[in-house]
């Protein structure tokens, strides 16, 4: 005969109680995982308008013309509204007016981002960014380009977001940036 002290296993309480400790070790996990998963959307977004913005500076330099960075829903016009989270686009502007036309080529397409992240450029970047045969960031009209991005996951409480700086000589750098709310 066999004792039940020999027979190896868990018992439904046992069970039970593992269920519940892994319950609720999950439910206290997944504010956190959702925040960490909400910033490397964030990051991740940041470093690719980075690049676009440093790949259409180099390529005006290249090709020794106007290479412009424009907010774009379609992937084949710029859009005159909404903000840069709708994707963007690169093309070269061979008649200087910030937008796409016939025989310019589109350099790269960005697609949209996440419906929860928020991306936004201040004064003169609300639209596009256009890059001279210099590096520079200039407008169609003259004047210097240089302003801030703002990215972060929308949220009405204070949040960390990243924001992309273009300075006076079109350089370009990312820094993180602790934001009131995102909305």
């Not at 990243?162 to 079109?170: A, D, E, K, L, N």
Request: glycine share 10%.
């Amino acid at each position: 005969m066999r004792s039940y002290k020999s027979c190896a296993g868990a018992t439904l309480i046992e069970s039970m109680v593992v269920i519940l400790l892994a319950g609720l070790l999950a439910s206290l996990a997944a504010p956190w995982l959702s925040g960490f998963v909400n910033s490397m959307r964030v990051r991740s977004t940041a470093q690719t308008l980075h690049a676009s913005l440093q790949l259409a500076r180099s390529e005006s330099a290249k090709r020794n013309t106007r290479v412009v960075v424009c907010k774009s829903s379609d992937g084949a016009q710029c859009a005159s509204g909404g903000a840069w989270e709708q994707g963007w686009l690169i093309f070269v502007d061979a008649n200087n007016n910030a937008s796409v036309d016939p025989g310019e080529p589109v350099l790269r397409v960005e697609k949209g981002v996440a419906s929860s992240l928020r991306a936004s450029g201040n004064g003169l970047l609300a639209s596009y960014v256009s890059y001279t045969p210099w590096g520079v960031t200039q407008t169609i009209g003259g004047a210097y380009q240089i302003g801030t991005f703002t990215l972060c996951s929308q949220s009405n409480s204070s949040t960390e977001g990243r924001q992309i700086v273009i300075g006076s000589s079109g350089r370009v750098r990312t820094q993180k940036a602790s934001l009131s709310s995102c909305a």
